[in-house]
């Protein structure tokens, strides 16, 4: 068998325009912040879980308590659900019918996403991307992505019984990119414009404006290459 796994937001979903307010927002009302900087790729892990850490250690130099994260946790979910009633999330478009048709041509799917699990749920069930059926691995798997990742490929063996021949990353993140490079997985990049030019630029070989044609979605698949090294950033 092989394996895809997917990112979630931005490769799935359609959902950025409004997530960074939201989450941003929900950092400051959770955890009681005044400085949230909204450019992840300063993040030493770019998921919520490390983002919010991270930023509570810098404002307050310790770690913030279990019940303020779940706390932020709630007040993110609840900032996505009203921009989701004036903004609906949908789907990258394609991604519902590629996720129904990789099993009949021979890949297993997986979801590695750096959103808290709460959240992941939330926007995958608004989006009707939502399979129970589907092993997926969150921000609390993590902090880092490579391990949310290799979460979810251990996940998949389990779930589907077995071991994989070929294991493919899909996201649209450099943060993404950079967990394949690690981990030695072929990568396909999602995006256009400046987006897609960052994913290049960071050394993925094969990078897809959407999902929108299976046809050269399972032909990507097949001859992504593992990210090139790159000079440092």
Same mark, same amino acid.
């Given at each position: 068998?092989?394996?895809?796994?997917?990112?979630?937001?931005?490769?799935?979903?359609?959902?950025?325009?409004?997530?960074?307010?939201?989450?941003?927002?929900?950092?400051?009302?959770?955890?009681?912040?005044?400085?949230?900087?909204?450019?992840?790729?300063?993040?030493?892990?770019?998921?919520?879980?490390?983002?919010?850490?991270?930023?509570?250690?810098?404002?307050?130099?310790?770690?913030?308590?279990?019940?303020?994260?779940?706390?932020?946790?709630?007040?993110?979910?609840?900032?996505?659900?009203?921009?989701?009633?004036?903004?609906?999330?949908?789907?990258?478009? $394609? @991604? +519902?019918?590629? &996720?129904?048709? /990789?099993? *009949?041509?021979?890949?297993?799917? %997986?979801?590695?996403?750096? #959103?808290?699990?709460?959240?992941?749920?939330?926007?995958?069930?608004?989006?009707?991307?939502?399979?129970?059926?589907?092993?997926?691995?969150?921000?609390?798997?993590?902090?880092?992505?490579?391990?949310?990742?290799?979460?979810?490929?251990?996940?998949?063996?389990?779930?589907?019984?077995?071991?994989?021949?070929?294991?493919?990353?899909?996201?649209?993140?450099?943060?993404?990119?950079?967990?394949?490079?690690?981990?030695?997985?072929?990568?396909?990049?999602?995006?256009?414009?400046?987006?897609?030019?960052?994913?290049?630029?960071? $050394? @993925? +070989?094969?990078? &897809?404006?959407? /999902?929108? *044609?299976?046809?050269?979605?399972? %032909?990507?698949?097949?001859? #992504?290459?593992?990210?090139?090294?790159?000079?440092?950033?």
């Amino acid at each position: 068998m092989k394996l895809v796994v997917f990112d979630i937001d931005g490769t799935l979903l359609d959902n950025l325009a409004a997530e960074d307010k939201c989450f941003v927002q929900a950092l400051r009302d959770g955890l009681g912040l005044n400085a949230v900087s909204a450019d992840w790729a300063t993040y030493q892990h770019v998921s919520d879980h490390g983002i919010a850490i991270e930023t509570y250690r810098r404002e307050f130099g310790t770690a913030p308590l279990p019940d303020a994260v779940a706390d932020t946790i709630g007040r993110f979910v609840a900032l996505l659900a009203a921009a989701h009633d004036a903004q609906p999330i949908s789907p990258i478009p $394609g @991604a +519902a019918e590629l &996720l129904a048709s /990789l099993p *009949s041509h021979g890949w297993a799917i %997986a979801l590695a996403t750096g #959103a808290w699990r709460r959240a992941a749920h939330f926007k995958l069930v608004a989006a009707g991307l939502h399979d129970d059926a589907i092993p997926l691995a969150t921000s609390e798997d993590g902090p880092a992505r490579t391990a949310i990742v290799k979460s979810a490929v251990a996940r998949a063996e389990e779930h589907y019984g077995a071991t994989f021949d070929r294991i493919v990353s899909v996201g649209d993140g450099v943060w993404d990119v950079d967990a394949a490079r690690a981990l030695a997985l072929p990568f396909v990049g999602v995006g256009t414009g400046a987006r897609a030019d960052r994913l290049l630029a960071a $050394g @993925a +070989a094969s990078v &897809l404006p959407d /999902l929108s *044609s299976g046809i050269t979605v399972l %032909a990507t698949l097949e001859t #992504a290459a593992i990210p090139s090294a790159v000079p440092s950033r």
